[in-house]
């Protein structure tokens, strides 16, 4: 089972050269207060538009607020094989 978002719609994995074309960790890493901090953006916004309830945006919200904090500490491993922080 891939946990790749298009994991499901391929019998194949990708060709090495594209994986490392398509990998953002490095950017990811850098940018990772603003990335998180535009995600509770969105998450704030689903839920005031209805499209996700209350107690998800606060899951989601605390999820993330976890994530900062672990990246922040310096226990988040980044590591090439994620597609996305």
């Given amino acids: ?15 090495a050269i594209m994986e490392e074309i ?3 960790i490095g950017f990811d ?14 998450t704030n916004m689903l839920a005031k538009t209805g499209i996700i ?4 945006r606060d899951n989601i919200v605390s999820g993330l607020t976890d994530l900062l904090k672990e ?5 988040f491993e980044f590591s090439p094989a994620l597609e996305d922080i």
């Fill in 1 to 15: 089972m891939s946990n790749h978002m298009w994991g499901g719609r391929f019998s194949a994995g990708p060709d």
């Fill in 22 to 24: 398509n990998a953002s």
């Fill in 29 to 42: 890493q850098r940018f990772f207060r603003q990335d998180i901090t535009a995600s509770i953006a969105h």
């Fill in 53 to 56: 309830s209350a107690g998800d």
């Fill in 71 to 75: 990246i922040e500490s310096g226990k």
